[in-house]
């Protein structure tokens, strides 16, 4: 069978297009190659974590200190609304170290558009992006009305006032728990939010390990408006004063708002 120039130049045309279609095809990232490891989603995992945290009770002039243990199972799959499998989260507390477990709320998180995307409490939180990079950011917080009012004892409190973008920081960089003498080769720190002026305080970051996920996280929400006597302790006065304000740890003079560290103790994965 013979061809005529003609056919014969069709022919390589049409080989050089499928050759590109090909070649575009071995371009696109497959999930093993957009660092999805920092952030397994694992039907029947688990982790537990030693959660320490400081309320601060505005309204009653108050601060109490609260210490538990959370433990997270993904308990099931679903496809969402847009079509996308879901995992569902069940999220349960102890105070008594493990003995007796509560389920305190189910949340739910997935794979979608090269992000981790989670709804907790009617929120949706991007998480996570795809691959990582040093210094990526994006708007973590884009389906969540910054001037939403959390509510806490005592009241609420703007809880995502100034956030800006999140962003990725030391990429693949060991970290050690000291508290717990465990060492991590490899972990990812997401800055979420880290502004400060003389009255609020807004601090949230999450630190990541490969193969296993979330283990260290910590938010400093806090106000204050310096209702502090000529010693330096709170008072329920209605009058503030910043002076008093000046060498005081955030820790010392907040008012409303919340500490909380969250640290990994126990997983399966």
């Known amino acids: 069978m013979s061809f005529t120039k003609n056919q014969i130049t069709g022919l390589a045309l049409i080989g050089l297009i499928i050759f590109a279609g090909i070649s575009c095809e071995k371009l696109v990232e497959s999930p ?4 999805l490891s920092y952030y397994p989603l694992k039907l029947g995992g688990y982790k537990i974590y030693q959660v320490d945290s400081v309320v601060y009770d505005e309204y009653n002039c108050l601060v109490d ?3 538990y243990q959370l433990k997270e199972i993904y308990t099931d799959t679903i496809y969402d609304g847009e079509g996308a499998l879901s995992y569902r989260i069940e999220r349960l507390k102890s105070v008594d170290t493990g003995a007796t477990w ?9 794979y979608a558009d090269y992000q981790i995307q ?17 210094n990526r950011k994006w708007d ?20 995502f006032k100034d956030w800006d973008d999140f962003e990725m920081m030391e990429i693949d960089e060991p ?20 502004k400060i002026n003389n009255i ?10 490969k193969n296993i ?25 209605d009058v503030g004063d910043l002076s008093q304000c000046l060498f005081k740890t955030w820790e010392e003079k907040a008012e409303k708002g919340f500490i909380v560290k969250q640290v990994l103790i126990e997983h399966n994965y």
């Open 32 to 35: 093993q190659d957009l660092s």
């Open 65 to 67: 200190t609260v210490n």
């Open 102 to 110: 509560n389920l305190q709320s189910v949340w739910f998180e997935k």
């Open 118 to 134: 989670r709804v907790q409490d009617n929120q949706r939180f991007i998480l996570f992006t795809f691959p990582a990079k040093m």
């Open 140 to 159: 973590g917080l884009v389906y969540i009305r910054k001037d939403t009012l959390i509510s806490l004892r005592g009241g609420s409190i703007d809880m």
């Open 175 to 194: 970290y050690a728990d000291y508290t717990n003498l465990i060492t991590y080769d490899s972990t990812i720190l997401i800055i979420q939010a880290d």
């Open 200 to 209: 609020e305080r807004r601090y949230s970051i999450e630190r990541y390990a």
């Open 213 to 237: 996920g979330l283990i260290f996280k910590e938010q400093l929400i806090l106000d204050t408006q310096c209702r502090l006597d000529q010693f330096g302790n709170k008072t329920c006065s």
